[in-house]
């Protein structure tokens, strides 16, 4: 028995060290200076933003497109259908905005079962420049977005990606959401990419044209069930790596109910599973749930009442400071929520092994969607596909 508890003892610290570094991680990598390696030149960019329908703020995240900060660049939207309702919203943006160049792609690329990546082949296509962004339409991009994205290419990059951060949630289970997004999976993505080893999350992703050319177009990005594990799978075979600017683009969250964060959830760590499965496993211990077992289990075995409280304090404070210092919602109701988070993590990662395939906009993308795979045992996690 004594043994027994020993290895709790050592299991809850260790817990808790890697929660700690990762937190510390996260935290120096938001604050670091640019490098002064980084690319000082400040070419054309072709930034692509895909469309489907209506979403939660579209108008303001797609305004922010016009309103960069940089000398040339040009926009194209992507729509798959002629009668898609955002393509008036577009419209009416471009001619608000006569100074920028900007235009409206219509029509669908099947070139994989990624409905996104269909709708974005023709504007890669398209693109005048060289350097090409993909960006989700319902993130804001500030207007430092391209000269950021700039600043994180360092000599060896690949690609800039960024995560999004939940911002301006409404009601306790869109603070869920944030709490998955934000101080559990940006967390970890800081936390790898300050050590060296970034991945790529679809939101963001800033590419050379040249290199995606050599490894087979645009296209190569349907090789697996989301273009972010592709994304990160091309750039490691090329010898690159992924970069991430210190701070992540803001996604408005809006309203959410439970089946929607949890199905989402489901589908994002199925993808982690399919893609990257050994970073995966260790995801069912990520949380706080099982040190907070073992901890009550030392409790009823002797050991002193503080322990629990200790431990919760100490995880949930990081979070909580890291939090303050991205500007992350962090008032008490998402605190409730990161404990939530913790305690759904274990049936959340029971539910990812329950087939190999999810619903996407009203697609079901299966691995049989898959054409080919890339390198599946390059060692990048991908948390957030």
């Not at 938001?30 to 000082?40: K, L």
């Not at 911002?167 to 790898?192: M, S």
């Not at 690159?240 to 309203?255: D, E, K, T, Y």
């Not at 964060?261 to 706080?288: D, H, K, T």
């Amino acid at each position: 028995m004594g043994l027994v508890l020993t290895g709790l003892v050592v299991f809850v610290l260790l817990c808790l060290a890697v929660q700690l570094v990762g937190t510390a991680l996260a935290w120096s990598a938001m604050i670091v200076p640019p490098r002064p390696d980084a690319r000082r030149d400040r070419p054309g960019i072709t930034v692509i933003r895909p469309v489907c329908g209506l979403e939660n703020n579209l108008e303001e995240t797609l305004t922010t497109t016009f309103l960069a900060d940089y000398p040339e660049f040009e926009l194209i939207f992507c729509a798959a259908l002629p009668d898609d309702p955002a393509i008036p919203l577009v419209s009416r943006l471009i001619a608000a905005h006569p100074a920028v160049p900007a235009r409206i792609l219509v029509g669908d690329d099947r070139v994989s079962g990624n409905p996104k990546l269909n709708n974005c082949v023709k504007g890669w296509h398209a693109a005048r420049y060289d350097l090409i962004l993909l960006a989700d339409s319902n993130v804001l991009l500030p207007p430092d977005c391209l000269n950021r994205l700039m600043a994180a290419w360092t000599p060896g990059t690949g690609l800039v990606s960024s995560p999004p951060i939940g911002v301006r949630p409404i009601g306790f289970w869109a603070r869920l959401e944030c709490a998955f997004l934000n101080t559990f999976q940006a967390r970890w993505q800081l936390a790898t990419s300050r050590l060296g080893n970034g991945f790529a999350q679809g939101k963001i992703l800033f590419w050379p044209r040249d290199l995606l050319t050599q490894a087979g177009g645009i296209e190569v990005l349907g090789r697996e069930m989301a273009e972010d594990v592709a994304s990160t799978k091309v750039v490691r075979a090329a010898g690159l790596h992924v970069r991430l600017p210190g701070r992540f683009f803001a996604q408005p969250i809006g309203v959410r109910s439970f089946d929607a964060v949890w199905s989402r959830q489901v589908r994002w760590a199925r993808v982690r599973r399919l893609g990257f499965l050994l970073y995966f496993l260790p995801e069912l211990i990520a949380g706080a749930a099982f040190p907070t077992l073992a901890s009550l289990i030392l409790i009823a075995s002797g050991h002193p009442l503080w322990v629990l409280p200790a431990l919760l304090i100490l995880w949930y404070g990081a979070e909580y400071l890291l939090a303050r210092v991205g500007d992350w919602p962090h008032k008490p109701a998402d605190i409730a929520a990161w404990v939530l988070r913790d305690a759904l993590l274990p049936p959340l990662w029971i539910a990812s092994w329950a087939g190999s395939s999810f619903e996407w906009r009203g697609n079901i993308m299966t691995t049989d969607d898959i054409p080919g795979d890339l390198a599946e045992d390059d060692p990048t996690p991908s948390h957030g596909a």
